[in-house]
């Protein structure tokens, strides 16, 4: 098989990470090749924020916990332990802002098998940035107040089989003459 379709079709979600940090190359080659993700007009307007330092990872880990819909065990890390921290923004004035962030969040995640790293998308980036926290983080951060969080990818490498997928269901793909 093509090893991009191979790829895309092998990419799952990982939710236990060794204890390592991956390389600068490869966070540079997933990095890079986000900002590669269709948006509409080409506008490029996300922004993928990256984090590495384990103090603040786990004080996003403790604030994402906290917008769970149920009440999370204290000791549940919504982010798997995960040693790097993605989040993608987008720009609420483009009316296509939530699009062009998740086709950046899919390429990440993507981009991030293709060379052996393992993956996880995480919600609440958009409850997160809502926040007077998260609008003081966007203004430290030189990110204009218009941007929303659209989502997070946790990256490391895998310490788990891949899960196998579900079943692809029968009626996904309609055929229209
Ligand atoms: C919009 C979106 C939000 C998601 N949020 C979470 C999340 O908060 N936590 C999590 O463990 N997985 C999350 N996922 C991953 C999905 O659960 C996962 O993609 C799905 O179960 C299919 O599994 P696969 O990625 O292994 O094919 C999210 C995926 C998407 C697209």
Redesign the pocket.
């Known amino acids: 098989m093509n090893k991009t379709i191979e790829d895309l079709k092998t990419?799952?979600?990982i939710?236990k990470f060794k204890d390592e940090q991956i390389t600068d190359e490869e966070l540079k080659i997933i990095l890079e090749t986000g900002t590669y993700a269709p948006t509409a007009r080409g506008l490029q307007s996300p922004k993928i924020v990256v984090i590495q330092n384990p103090e603040t990872i786990k004080e996003f880990s403790e604030w994402n916990r906290s917008y769970f819909p149920m009440e999370m065990p204290e000791d549940m890390d919504?982010f798997?332990g995960a040693k790097t921290l993605l989040i993608v923004l987008a720009d609420s004035e483009i009316p296509t802002y939530v699009e062009d962030g998740?086709s950046v969040l899919t390429v990440l995640v993507n981009a991030a098998h293709a060379i052996g790293v393992g993956s996880?998308?995480?919600?609440?980036a958009r409850e997160e940035f809502a926040s007077e926290k998260g609008k003081g983080l966007l203004k430290e951060c030189g990110i204009p107040e218009s941007y929303e969080g659209i989502?997070h990818v946790v990256l490391g490498y895998p310490d788990m089989e891949a899960?196998e997928?579900l079943p692809r269901k029968e009626d996904y793909i309609h055929y229209v003459d």
Request: net charge positive.
């Open positions: 990419r799952r979600s939710r919504p798997y998740s996880c998308w995480i919600h609440r989502g899960p997928p």
